[in-house]
């Protein structure tokens, strides 16, 4: 069993950065891939990043490659999102997620997910 939980979100212009964390607890956090999830008001939960269980493999959805970058710390059992150069359209819910195996977009294969920390973008 695997609990997240987010930290980092708040309000920021656009143009601006952000740093979003998922502390994971339990002795197993460096056996998960990791992901990024993001789910605006009205719209379906949507794949922004992904990191192997040792961090050396990344993937990332077009909408954010160049500008967002995940990364971990299995000595502290957490997963990062390095956000930079916001836009209003990332305003959304940020969901981390841990799944055993390979580290993909799907959002089904993941198996844990924490509650979420919001980001707002203002223009």
């Known amino acids: 069993q695997v609990q997240l939980v987010e930290s980092g979100g708040g309000l920021v212009q656009a143009g601006g950065s952000l740093r979003l964390s998922c502390a994971a607890s339990g002795r197993t956090f460096s056996t998960y891939a990791m992901g990024w999830f993001r789910q605006a008001p009205g719209k379906e939960r949507e794949f922004v990043a992904a990191i192997s269980w040792s961090g050396e493999s990344t993937y990332y959805a077009d909408s954010v490659k160049g500008r967002f970058t995940i990364s971990r710390d299995n000595a502290k059992n957490t997963v990062y999102l390095q956000m930079k150069s916001l836009k209003p359209e990332d305003t959304a819910a940020y969901y981390c997620?841990?799944?055993?195996?390979?580290?993909?977009?799907?959002?089904?294969?993941?198996?844990?997910w924490g509650q979420g920390t919001q980001v707002t973008v203002s223009s």
């Open positions: 997620a841990a799944k055993r195996g390979q580290y993909g977009p799907i959002l089904n294969g993941y198996d844990y």
